[in-house]
């Protein structure tokens, strides 16, 4: 059975960092398609970066250039360095495997405020 178990999320200030993890089991990790959506207060789920089995990766265009993902496959684990933060990236982040679209974890609250 799959499980995704996020981690890393908390409060900080705006133009802080924090850097979110997502521990993977039950599915072969080195091979999956991986990546972050987010769920912001009054919006339906934002998609926010995936990064493919081969390390090629996406982003959102609200967060290139201030967010970075990466997988180390040795740890079966999805990183999201997010650096800048903004009060609008404040939300649940959840980590995906494409592979098993319907498995969710718990999600990690981040919010950015003063």
């Known amino acids: 059975q799959v499980q995704l178990v996020e981690s890393g999320g908390g409060l900080v200030q705006p133009g802080g960092s924090l850097r979110l993890s997502c521990a993977a089991s039950?599915?072969?990790?080195?091979?999956?398609?991986q990546g972050w959506y987010r769920q912001v207060p009054g919006n339906q789920r934002e998609f926010v970066a995936a990064?493919?089995?081969?390390?090629?990766?996406n982003y959102a265009e609200f967060v290139k250039d201030r967010f970075t993902v990466s997988r180390d496959n040795a740890k079966n684990t999805l990183y999201l360095q997010m650096n800048s933060l903004k009060p609008e990236d404040t939300g649940v982040y959840y980590c995906?495997?494409?592979?098993?679209?319907?498995?969710r974890g718990q999600g990690t609250q981040v919010t950015v405020s003063s």
């Open positions: 995906i495997d494409y592979a098993f679209p319907t498995i």
């Open positions: 039950g599915s072969i990790f080195a091979n999956s398609y």
């Open positions: 990064i493919t089995a081969e390390g090629t990766s």
